[in-house]
C-alpha cells in the first residue's frame, strides 16, 4: 500500500510540475502580451465565436446573457448540428496572474461534473468585439495554472 501512495504521489508531482512548466510558457507568449493589454470596457452579450489559434476544436463559443451574468458554450455534434452544454456564471475582477481587471468565466455553476468545475476563464477585451481569453485549472487554491489561450469574436 505504501509504495502505491508513493507512486500516486510521484505521479501528481509530475503533473503539476507540467503544469507549472505549461504556465511559464505561456507567461512569455505574444498572447500574454496582448492579454496584459487588454480592457474591460464592454461586457460581453449575446453570441461569440470562439477558436483555439489554429487548432481544430468542437468548441463553436459561448453565449452570454448580460442582464443575468451567465452564459453557455456551443459545440459542434458529429452530424453537424450546434449544442449548448456547459454553463458559467460571469463577474468582473482582478486576473490570476496578473494585476489587471478582467472578466472571469466561473464554471463552478450549475450541474457541471466535477473535471469542469476546476476550470476559470479569464477574458479581457482587445478590439471592439474581440476578447482574448485564458483557459486556466484551479487545482492549488489562490495559482490556477494557464492551460490555453482562446478567442471570443461577436458574431453578427
Known sequence: MLI??????????LI?????????QLSWTTNQQS???GTVTQMPDGLYAGSVGETKVS???????LSAMTGINLFANADGSTVEKYPFAFSVGKGSHDSISVIKIDYDYGNNPFWLRLILDEIVEVAPGEYLGKLQLRIIP?????????SLTKSS
Open 142 to 150: 489562490g495559482y490556477p495554472f494557464t492551460l490555453s489561450f482562446f
Open 35 to 37: 492579454f496584459k493589454k
Open 59 to 65: 468548441w463553436l463559443g459561448k453565449k452570454f446573457n
Open 16 to 24: 503539476l510540475i507540467g503544469f507549472t512548466v505549461r504556465t511559464l
Open 4 to 13: 502505491f501512495l508513493k507512486i500516486a504521489a510521484a505521479i501528481l508531482l
